[in-house]
């Protein structure tokens, strides 16, 4: 099957790939079926290796890595949230949250499907693997720091209802404080050193390539204060013992500047980042 063909029709199947999968990660959290808890991490395991194929034969087949549009950046984003999921599901055995977060993963990848195409003509370089891996490994970065606060978030409302005594489904389905803990830790670390790849690759790499690169673009910039925020609270926790509650506020209001750089600076500031 041609490269491209085959990319389509990956590109059609995968908004409905996930929509199942998120329709058993539903029926685990409200009903818990014991059947659907054995088969949903092998399904999750198998997409997520068919999104992979899928991104490498749509490089193959316009010759080039999918960041050149935001609707190529929306696979890549449904992508390393399933591929993020994934990792702290494995590293933990809790299944509980997955639902709210392939969710996510459903929303972004159906939007990609619907409005993606590919540009007739890009700039050079474009078609650079290594500018691939750098785009990925920052988009996995904040994907994976994006979720530590989330489990933060879900972190601080269990608490809340536990302080109090709201017993209900959020109670009964959610894992305990403890776990919601190590599930934060387990995706800052993880995005912390995907982020740190692809800083390394920016400072030593980017120059060479973009003629206006600059080392006061507000978009390194920003990206390397998120990086030193979230080196010190790690720094933190293994130092001085930080945990529980005063960690998740740290992760969520980290995660702030996350969104500002996402958003604010990524949109109105930056320069030679603009190009995706």
């Not at 977060?101 to 003509?121: E, G, H, R």
């Not at 691939?132 to 920052?138: E, L, Q, T």
């Not at 206006?212 to 926790?237: C, M, N, R």
Request: net charge positive.
């Amino acid at each position: 099957m041609d490269s491209k063909v085959l990319a389509g029709v990956l590109s059609i199947a995968l908004p409905f790939l996930y929509a199942g999968l998120v329709g058993l990660y539903a029926v685990s959290f409200f009903a818990n079926p014991r059947p659907v808890e054995k088969i949903k991490t092998p399904i999750l395991m198998g997409i997520v290796l068919l999104h992979l194929v899928y991104l490498a034969v749509r490089t193959v087949a316009f010759d080039h890595p999918p960041i050149t549009t935001v609707f190529e950046i929306m696979t890549m984003l449904a992508a390393c949230i399933a591929v993020g999921y994934l990792y702290i599901e494995l590293q933990t055995r809790v299944s509980n949250t997955g639902f709210f977060i392939l969710t996510l993963a459903l929303l972004f990848q159906s939007v990609s499907s619907v409005f993606i195409k590919d540009l007739l003509t890009i700039p050079d370089y474009l078609h650079s693997l290594v500018l691939g891996f750098h785009v990925s490994s920052a988009l996995l970065g904040y994907t994976a720091i994006s979720l530590s606060a989330v489990y933060g978030f879900l972190y601080l409302m269990l608490y809340h209802d536990i302080r109090a005594s709201r017993f209900g489904l959020i109670y009964n389905r959610l894992p305990n404080l403890e776990m919601l803990e190590s599930m934060s830790h387990k995706a800052e670390v993880f995005g912390f050193f995907a982020l740190s790849i692809a800083i390394v690759i920016g400072l030593f790499w980017l120059p060479r390539v973009f003629t206006d690169f600059s080392y006061l673009d507000p978009k390194l910039i920003g990206t390397l204060v998120i990086w030193v925020i979230y080196a010190v609270g790690l720094a933190a926790k293994r130092r001085f013992g930080w945990q529980g509650r005063k960690m998740m506020i740290v992760s969520v209001v980290a995660f702030g500047f996350v969104f500002f750089s996402m958003t604010v600076i990524n949109i109105y500031l930056s320069s030679f980042h603009s190009f995706h």
